[in-house]
C-alpha cells in the first residue's frame, strides 16, 4: 500500500501520530483512541461522500437532474450519506468554537440516524466531555484535515485507511497488555493471511477484535488481482467497545461488516453463526481463559474430539473453530505454546483426538517471543484443514476387484488432478521460527516480509502438487503421525526439527497461570463439596 510521504522523508503516518499523542494531553490511550479514529472514520466519510456530492452537483452524464441531497443517490453507490452538519468542512469551519465537541457528538448521531449500516452506537460519542479541551480537539480536527488532499476516494480510502491502521496499533502500544487484546500485530495476521491465502469463500473470525484479520485478507486478495466481491465476511466480537472498531476498519475500506455481530455472551454461550461452514477462519482468541462459561456447556455439539475443561477455554476454541469449518474449510489460529503439549483436564487427550481421529492438523508454527502487545505468554500458529484425506477416499470407494480397469484408473487420476493439495493425511509439518524475526523496541518484536514469505512458501511447497519442500535441520519438518504418537502427541517444533525445546518444555509464566486455575477449580469444587456434606449432615435427625 503506498504511503504518503512529506519533504522530510519522514511518513504521514509517523507525523500524525506524533502531533495527535501531543495533543493527547491528560487523556488515557484508551479513551483518546476513540476520539482520534472517530474522527479519522468521520473524515473518511465526509472525503467520499463530498467527492459523489460534487459530480451530482455537476449533473453531467448519468447524473443529469440528481438531486445532491438525496440519501437514495449515496446509498446507490454505497457512499454513507453525510448531511450538512456532519460535513467535515462544517466542522472544520467550527473547529476553533467552545463547543465543537457538542457539534461533533451531534454528527456522529445524525450519520447514525441517516445510514443503516452504522444503527446500534457504531460511532463512538463523548467528545464534549470535560476531559477533552475543545482546544486540543480543534487541533485534532485541523491536523486530520491534511490526511489524503485531493478528490479521489480511492486514495482517500488507501490514505486514512492506512493511517487508521497504523493509529490501531500505536494505541496497542501505548496501552500495552490492555490495548493488546483488541490488536493482533500485523505481521501475525500476514503470515496467517500469507500461508491459507483465502482468495474466494467465507471468511470467519469468531473473536474478531478490531478486525485486522479481515483488513488483510481484503488486502491480500487486492494484491494477488484476486475480486472482492469474491470473499464474505463473518465475525464475532464480545467486547461493544472493540466491535464499534472492527465496524469502522472496515467500513473505511468499503467492506460490508452486516455480518460482523456483537453480544457481550460471546461465542461460546451466544453463537451468533451458529449454521456457518465457512471456508476460512482466522482468528487470534484469548489464551488461557479461565471464566468461559465451560460448566454450562458440558455436553455441547461442537466437542466431537472431548469436553474441554472448565478452567481453560483454548481446546474449547479450537474446537469451535472446526466445527465450523466447511467439508474442505482451512483455519489458521494462534493459540498459547501450552495447547502443544498440555495433558491436565483432558486436554492430552482432546489434542490426541484432533491428530487422529479427526486428522485435521495440518501445520504447527512455533513463534518468536515478543511478537504480542498484550502478552509474555509463548505463541504458536495452528492450521488444521478438512479433507486432508481426499485422496484416500477417492481410493477407498473403488472397489478393489475393479482396480486393473483401464475407466477406473482414469476416474482415480482425474479425481486426484482436481485435489489442489498433496495428501498429507498421514503427516504434519513442524516449522520453528523462534530464530526469525527483529526488535521494533526494547519489548516488541516483529516479523520481516521475508520471514513471513519464507514461512509461506515452505507450507506451500509442503501442500502443493508442484511444491519443491524438503525438511531443513533446524527450521521444518514433516512427521508422521507415527513419530507423533512415538512422543505422546506432543506437538512442540523443535522437538521435530531438531531444536533444544527451550521454552517448549518450561515457561514459568506459563506453567504458573496454569497452576493458578487449576488451584481455583479445586478450591471451588472443595467448597462445593463442603457444602454438600454440611447439607447432608443436616438432613440427619438425630
Not at 4 to 21: F, G, I, M, S
Not at 268 to 286: G, M
Not at 416 to 434: H, K, P, W
Request: glycine letters at 8%; aromatic letters at 10%; proline letters at 4%.
Amino acid at each position: 500500500m503506498a504511503k504518503a510521504k512529506v519533504t522530510n522523508e519522514e511518513p504521514l503516518e509517523k507525523q500524525l501520530w506524533k502531533a495527535a499523542d501531543k495533543l493527547r494531553k491528560n487523556i488515557d490511550a484508551a479513551e483518546y483512541k476513540h476520539v482520534v479514529l472517530g474522527l479519522i472514520f468521520l473524515k473518511y466519510i465526509s472525503d467520499s461522500f463530498e467527492e459523489h456530492h460534487a459530480k451530482l452537483v455537476q449533473g453531467e452524464g448519468e447524473y443529469v437532474g440528481a438531486d445532491p441531497e438525496d440519501r437514495d443517490e449515496y446509498q446507490a453507490e454505497n457512499i454513507f450519506f453525510v448531511p450538512i452538519e456532519a460535513r467535515w468542512s462544517f466542522l472544520q469551519a467550527h473547529a476553533k468554537q467552545p463547543n465543537i465537541g457538542t457539534l461533533v457528538d451531534a454528527a456522529m448521531d445524525v450519520i447514525e440516524h441517516e445510514n443503516a449500516a452504522l444503527k446500534g452506537g457504531v460511532l463512538p460519542k463523548g467528545f464534549a466531555k470535560s476531559n477533552l479541551d475543545p482546544t486540543s480537539l480543534g487541533g485534532l480536527i485541523d491536523l486530520i484535515a491534511n490526511i489524503a488532499l485531493g478528490d479521489a476516494k480511492s486514495r482517500s480510502a488507501d490514505v486514512l485507511g492506512h493511517v487508521f491502521e497504523y493509529f490501531l496499533g500505536e494505541f496497542a502500544l501505548a496501552e500495552g497488555k490492555q490495548g493488546g487484546q483488541f490488536y493482533t500485530p500485523r505481521s501475525i495476521v500476514e503470515l496467517l493471511v500469507n500461508m491459507l491465502e483465502p482468495y474466494k469463500g467465507r471468511v470467519f473470525d469468531p473473536c474478531c477484535g478490531s478486525g485486522g484479520m479481515f483488513v488483510q485478507s481484503e488486502k491480500f486478495i487486492e494484491q494477488h488481482q484476486g475480486r472482492l466481491d469474491d470473499i464474505s465476511i463473518y465475525g464475532q466480537e464480545s467486547n461493544q467497545t472493540t466491535w464499534r472498531l472492527a465496524k469502522m476498519n472496515l467500513a473505511i475500506r468499503g467492506i460490508d461488516s452486516s455480518q460482523v455481530k456483537w453480544n457481550n455472551e460471546g461465542s461460546f454461550l451466544n453463537d451468533a453463526h451458529k449454521d456457518l461452514k465457512a471456508d476460512f477462519i482466522i482468528a487470534n482468541p484469548p489464551f488461557n481463559v479461565s471464566d468461559w462459561s465451560g460448566e454450562l456447556l458440558r455436553g455441547d455439539g461442537r466437542w466431537q474430539y472431548g469436553t474441554p475443561p472448565a478452567g481453560n477455554a483454548n481446546f474449547a476454541w479450537l474446537q469451535h473453530f472446526i466445527y465450523h469449518l466447511a467439508p474442505n474449510g482451512q483455519a489458521g489460529v494462534v493459540l498459547s505454546k501450552g495447547a502443544l503439549t498440555s495433558k491436565s483436564s483432558g486436554e492430552g487427550e482432546i489434542r490426541r483426538a484432533l491428530i487422529e481421529d479427526g486428522n485435521v492438523i495440518d501445520c504447527i508454527v512455533n513463534l518468536p517471543a515478543k511478537l504480542f502487545l498484550n502478552t509474555q505468554i509463548p505463541a504458536a500458529l495452528w492450521f488444521m484443514r478438512r479433507g486432508r484425506d481426499a485422496i484416500n477416499r477417492v481410493s477407498n470407494e473403488i472397489p478393489k476387484d475393479a482396480i486393473n480397469s483401464d475407466a477406473i484408473k482414469d476416474a482415480i487420476k482425474d479425481a486426484i488432478n482436481r485435489v489442489s493439495t498433496v495428501d498429507r493425511s498421514g503427516e504434519i509439518l513442524f516449522i520453528d521460527a523462534r530464530n526469525l524475526g527483529h526488535l521494533i523496541n526494547r519489548r516488541t518484536r516483529e516479523l520481516s516480509e521475508a520471514d513471513i514469505k519464507q514461512i509461506a512458501t515452505t507450507y506451500h511447497n509442503w501442500r502443493n502438487p508442484d511444491g519443491d519442500y524438503e525438511d531443513i535441520k533446524g527450521f521444518c519438518c514433516s512427521a508422521s503421525i507415527e513419530r507423533v504418537k512415538e512422543l505422546d502427541y506432543v506437538l512442540t517444533a523443535g522437538r521435530y526439527v531438531g531444536l533444544p525445546d527451550e521454552e517448549d518444555d518450561f515457561n514459568f509464566v506459563e506453567r504458573f497461570s496454569a497452576l493458578k486455575i487449576e488451584f481455583a477449580a479445586q478450591l471451588n469444587e472443595e467448597a462445593e463439596l463442603n457444602k454438600a456434606i454440611m447439607e447432608n449432615l443436616a438432613r440427619i435427625k438425630l
